[in-house]
């Protein structure tokens, strides 16, 4: 061995040496908030590392402490479609809610013995990552749900999450749990984490006082100050604002979770670098799960960080697969949302909003006020006759609180404070935005503008059709829509496909390059899928779900728009008066002119081939099922989601009106319905049999 070679060898055991160590005092530090050294020791050993590795670049590696820090900014993000949704929770604002929910799974479980995990429900943002033989790979914004944006360079600034996973477990493996020592996961190398970025309650407000000092404007919340941090393009930035995530979920590649409980898979991520929030039990039954968020309620102020509930899992992840979803979130899950805070202030003024529907919404501005953590400025007074209910008028003392602490909200005026200064408000007869006739159809509490042409309606109108969820046109935000349907440049959505680079660039503050990013993104939106379509186009009571089942059911818009009402309120979830409202909007001549121009523009006007695009099949259209037992050939998803795309419904429950009760291993108290009433049993190879005969008429 030469001098030279020996010499780089010692340098090389240097630096795995500085790595394990620095990586040791991060996990003190970020994960357990027990510093054995001061910052200036951590700083020392970091620059010492960078150094060794500039001068010996062949010995950087992707995990090394020092690719957190530092890295180009990006110029945009990538969008990823998760490999598995995620879900939203099912929110529940008292404990009888939580007690329903106990009712259903004990009726989903039909018998069996279950326990739960109870969690603390952390305010911040979803964030997934993947690794890929022991190694992070990704890191992805919740999105929507199905796709978010790839931001791994600024997930790799956060040290409570590991670049690599721990090869052993160390430490907190002492508290593994008992299914953890059954089924210890196998070397698990990849695998997809899930966690809740956030920022804590100490680092928010020095981040408030810095931005005080620069003259910059306050982060309302540490919510919103952590999702304006993941979405920095400079990771410099997100290094030095020093975000935390508490990991909560773990799957595999195959969306298996690979552990027979969730506190088993809690365990191993806290044994492998991750940081499971401490805070949590395993609850024999509903009662324990109420007492711990009772106890956590109390000891809510104490936290460092800020939470908004508890989060509430069935243990078994049998039970988790079994139970399966509904189209926004899990049936073995919940959130248990803590009561609202109050607060008083002073209103200002009332003022009236004018939505894409026409309705007329009158909202108080504020003095503004903190409560649950957000400046609050606005509350919804909603009508008027909630305005004549309260009696509010302009320079009253009112008490606020936020709904689901979301949505601000007047409760009640306090009248022992008026001096009688304060202003009657009057709600006006005419749209406040274009001066049209208001109507209040009989029965109703929402007073709507009937101007067709009302400037607000049609703003409101064209940012539904563009929001991410609708045709997702990126770039066509509040600020660019003022500015179309000011200059007379759009009038509905269909003028949208009409814009030119020329009369975008004309706009004030718009430059070419911009214009061109716009003009992309709507050229890029004709090709959503026909449900996205119809949810733009938001014909009255048709939401992304609604939309979805219209979508399926005929296919085409042509043939949606020339369906009757009888044949609309057949699809089954649909009725009769979403099926009148269907019908008449597009029987409306200026709706169907919009219709055409759309199609005219090269917008996809009918469902895209695929596992959703499915025909009608005669033995599932129109039939409504049940599923009860274990079923081994598919879960109980993959069996609703085959009956759905072929036209059938699937309900919880046996009635009268149920054709199919299809019935797997240990089948309970639907079964016996089923044989009270009647109703058709089909056992699993029999319903196989009706699965593959209805693939062959598909041909």
């Not at 595999?252 to 898979?265: G, I, L, V």
Request: hydrophobic share 40%; proline share 4%; with cysteine.
């Amino acid at each position: 061995m030469t001098g030279a070679t020996a010499k780089v060898e010692s340098i090389g055991a240097e630096v795995e040496r500085l790595r394990d160590e620095i990586r040791h005092h991060e996990e003190l530090y970020y994960v357990f908030d027990r510093p054995e050294i001061s910052d200036a020791e951590y700083d020392a050993l970091l620059r010492r590392l960078q150094e060794l590795e500039e001068a010996h670049p062949e010995l950087l590696t992707s995990d090394s402490p020092t690719v957190r820090v530092g890295g180009r900014p990006a110029e945009g993000f990538q969008e990823f479609v998760h490999t598995s949704p995620m879900l939203s929770l099912d929110n529940s604002y008292n404990l009888d809610d939580l007690r329903l929910f106990d009712e259903r799974c004990r009726k989903l479980a039909e018998g069996r013995a279950f326990d739960y995990v109870a969690e603390l429900k952390i305010d911040g943002l979803s964030l997934s990552l993947h690794y890929e033989a022991g190694t992070l790979t990704r890191g992805v914004t919740r999105g929507d749900g199905r796709r978010g944006e790839d931001v791994t360079g600024n997930v790799r600034t956060i040290r409570s999450i590991p670049l690599t996973l721990k090869a052993k477990a160390e430490g907190t493996a002492k508290k593994k749990s008992k299914a953890n020592e059954k089924n210890d996961g196998g070397e698990l190398t990849d695998i997809e984490v899930r966690g809740e970025a956030y920022l804590a309650r100490k680092v928010f407000e020095r981040i408030n006082l810095e931005r005080d000092e620069e003259n910059q404007p306050r982060f309302a919340n540490p919510r919103n100050a952590a999702a304006g941090t993941i979405r920095q393009l400079d990771p410099n930035i997100v290094a030095r604002r020093r975000l935390a995530m508490f990991a909560y979920d773990l799957i595999t590649p195959d969306r298996r979770k690979p552990f027979p409980t969730h506190a088993a898979a809690l365990d191993w991520l806290d044994a492998h670098g991750f940081h499971a929030n401490p805070q949590r039990a395993v609850c024999r039954d509903i009662d324990e799960v109420i007492a711990f968020i009772n106890r956590v309620e109390s000891e809510r102020d104490n936290l460092e960080y800020e939470i908004d509930g508890v989060v509430v899992k069935i243990n078994s992840t049998a039970l988790q697969e079994e139970f399966g979803t509904t189209a926004k979130a899990p049936r073995w899950a919940i959130a248990y949302k803590y009561p609202a805070r109050q607060a008083t202030t002073q209103v200002r003024e009332i003022v009236v909003q004018v939505g894409r529907t026409g309705a007329l919404t009158p909202v108080a501005n504020l003095e503004p006020v903190l409560l649950a953590g957000t400046t609050v400025s606005r509350a919804t007074l909603h009508n008027a006759d909630e305005i004549e209910r309260l009696d509010v008028r302009v320079g009253d003392y009112v008490t606020i609180e936020k709904s689901g602490e979301i949505i601000p909200k007047v409760l009640t005026v306090v009248t022992s404070r008026r001096t009688g200064d304060e202003q009657p408000f009057v709600f006006p007869v005419a749209c406040p935005i274009c001066g049209g006739d208001v109507s209040r159809p009989e029965g109703e509490v929402v007073a709507r503008c009937i101007a067709s042409g009302c400037s607000a309606q049609v703003k409101g109108k064209i940012l539904h059709f563009a929001a991410r969820r609708a045709m997702n046109i990126e770039g066509l935000g509040e600020r660019l829509v003022d500015q179309l349907v000011e200059a007379k440049l759009v009038r509905d959505a269909g003028d949208i496909y009409a814009l030119t680079l020329e009369q975008i660039a004309a706009l004030e503050r718009r430059a070419e390059k911009s214009a061109g990013n716009v003009l992309a993104q709507i050229e890029a939106s004709k090709d959503r899928d026909l449900p996205q379509l119809l949810f733009a186009l938001s014909p009255r009571h048709v939401g992304e779900r609604t939309a979805t089942i219209l979508a399926k059911a005929f296919r085409t818009l042509a043939r949606l728009q020339d369906a009757t009402i009888e044949e609309l309120d057949a699809v089954p979830e649909i009725g009769l008066v979403v099926a009148e409202s269907v019908h008449d909007w597009f029987h409306d001549d200026s709706n169907r002119d919009l219709c055409q121009r759309l199609a005219a523009s090269g917008v996809r006007t009918e469902l895209k081939a695929g596992a959703s695009n499915v025909a009608a099949s005669e033995a599932f259209a129109g039939k409504q099922f049940v599923l009860t037992g274990k079923l081994h050939s598919m879960t109980r998803d993959a069996a609703k989601a085959f009956i759905e795309e072929r036209g059938g419904r699937v309900a919880g429950s046996v009635s009268k009106k149920t054709d199919f009760v299809i019935v797997g291993e240990d089948a309970g108290s639907k079964l016996d319905k089923a044989t009270e009433l009647g109703v058709r049993v089909l056992d699993e190879s029999e319903f196989q049999t009706m699965m593959e005969e209805a693939k062959r008429d598909e041909g």
